[in-house]
């Protein structure tokens, strides 16, 4: 089995920066892309970014492009999101994923099969 554990979200204020870490642990074999999304209160948990775990692959939603950057590191088994230039509207519950997907790059929930607990995100104006 595959864990995830999701640290560093926290309050910032807007114009900000954060970085979410991703620690993965179990069957490392198990997975191809790591993904992060994001639920925020009363709307539907939305696709931010993802990579390919063996290749360094890297997609992202138009609305962080620029701004956010998801990167991983093999050797510690972790993937992170970088977050700069940080809005109001990016306050949500950002949570990672692990899909066997890498070709095309998974943005769709139902391609992941694994999820971490989440990690709060809060921007303030």
């Known amino acids: 089995q595959v864990q995830l554990v999701e640290s560093g979200g926290g309050l910032v204020q807007a114009g900000g920066s954060l970085r979410l870490s991703c620690a993965a642990s179990?069957?490392?074999?198990?997975?191809?892309?790591i993904g992060w999304f994001r639920q925020a209160p009363g709307k539907e948990r939305e696709f931010v970014a993802v990579?390919?775990?063996?290749?360094?692959?890297?997609a992202y939603e138009d609305f962080v492009k620029g701004r956010f950057t998801i990167s991983r590191d093999k050797s510690e088994n972790t993937v992170a999101l970088t977050m700069n230039s940080l809005k109001p509207e990016d306050t949500a519950v950002y949570y990672c994923?692990?899909?066997?997907?890498?070709?095309?790059?998974?943005?769709?929930?139902?391609?992941?099969?694994?999820w971490g607990q989440g990690t709060q995100v809060t921007v303030t104006s």
């Open positions: 990579i390919s775990w063996h290749v360094g692959m890297t």
């Open positions: 179990g069957r490392t074999f198990s997975w191809y892309s």
């Open positions: 994923a692990a899909s066997r997907l890498s070709r095309p790059l998974p943005r769709t929930r139902s391609s992941y099969h694994t």
